[in-house]
């Protein structure tokens, strides 16, 4: 079994994926404590170990290492403010990188990172892993395509040691709208039509404040959902909420006045595409699941670029 090291794992959502494509992940690491919590209670054969990146010295031999560094800086739920020194975590990747220098690396992060004003962060990434000595390869994903109920657009940078001579291909999606060749995209009815409609406790409760409509947050039922964010307050309203519309840019109202409810943590998980029998402990609070939920890299995405790397065990 070809080993990995995944650095920035949160609870899981790539490990997952990496682990149905026939990694052994033998070091993961994250700062947040329910991350860990989560991780460990799903993949309790991975050595997880809590604490800040920068803090681990020593890495152990590994074929792949994989990271999806912070997005804060470049997300649009985000501050977009390239100066913050959360967008330079990347530099801690590009240490194991130099330091464990493994066959191949995976890299996943926001698609705000190619836009104008980040785009020197991007390259700076690439150049880095270039003179680390990888045959650097990029393109944004779309995750519907890959059987993800949900509208969620990521990049990944895939990395091959030179000396293997090999370029990294990206896998096309089996799924798209255009049927004529492709599978239809799975519908939030596929993810979660099954779970119990009014699932008290699990979903938050907060107002629908000014922010939050002013926005379409609805997706119904035969729809993909969109992005499953990490902030409670901003998931999306589950399908059997009254629709909304729009009153004028950036104002948006309920069409009925039925019971309107956002997605509860567990169905964002699934809209995710995590297992259905996905552990999250109570250790902590509610908004803590939904953090690490929309933190996460949904791991059939994962899974199918993992899957394209070439056998080079
Ligand atoms: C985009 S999320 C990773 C998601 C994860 N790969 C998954 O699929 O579930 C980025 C993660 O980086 C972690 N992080 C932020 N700063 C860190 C640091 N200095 N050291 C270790 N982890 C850090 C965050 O807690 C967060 O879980």
């Not at 799924?175 to 938050?204: C, M, S, Y």
């Not at 404040?209 to 609805?218: A, E, F, I, V």
Request: glycine share 8%.
């Amino acid at each position: 079994m070809p080993t990995a090291v995944s650095l920035f794992s949160g609870c899981g959502g790539s490990d997952i994926g990496l682990h149905a494509s026939g990694f052994n992940i033998v070091l993961a690491n994250d700062v947040l404590r329910y991350a860990s919590d989560v991780y460990k209670a799903n993949l309790p054969e991975t050595d997880f170990r809590l604490g800040d990146v920068a803090e681990i010295t020593a890495f152990p031999r590994a074929d792949l290492l994989v990271g999806c560094y912070p997005c804060q800086g470049f997300s649009q739920g985000g501050v977009r403010d390239p100066s913050r020194r959360i967008n330079y975590l990347y530099r801690e990747f590009d240490r194991a990188l130099r330091l464990i220098k493994p066959k191949a690396f995976i890299v996943e992060n926001v698609s705000g990172m190619r836009h104008a004003s980040f785009r020197h962060l991007l390259n700076n990434q690439i150049t880095r892993f270039r003179m680390a000595g990888y045959r650097v390869s990029c393109d944004m994903l779309d995750a519907r395509e890959f059987g993800v109920p949900q509208e969620r657009h990521r990049v990944f940078i895939v990395g091959l040691r030179s000396d293997l001579g090999m370029r990294y291909e990206f896998p096309k999606g089996e799924h798209a709208q255009d049927l004529d060749t492709k599978k239809p995209f799975v519908t939030i009815r596929d993810a979660i039509g099954d779970l119990p409609e009014w699932p008290d406790g699990e979903f938050n409760t907060e107002k629908f404040h000014w922010y939050y409509l002013s926005r379409n947050r609805y997706r119904g039922w035969d729809e993909c959902s969109n992005t499953i964010v990490a902030k409670a307050r901003h998931v999306g309203l589950h399908p059997t909420s009254p629709k909304l519309k729009r009153i004028h840019t950036d104002k948006w109202e309920f069409e009925t006045e039925g019971p309107a409810r956002r997605l509860s943590f567990r169905e964002c998980a699934r809209l995710q595409g995590f297992p259905k029998d996905m552990k999250f402990p109570d250790t902590f609070a509610m908004n803590e699941k939904y953090k690490v939920v929309g933190n996460a890299v949904p791991p059939p995405l994962f899974n199918a670029v993992a899957s394209a790397l070439p056998d080079i065990w």
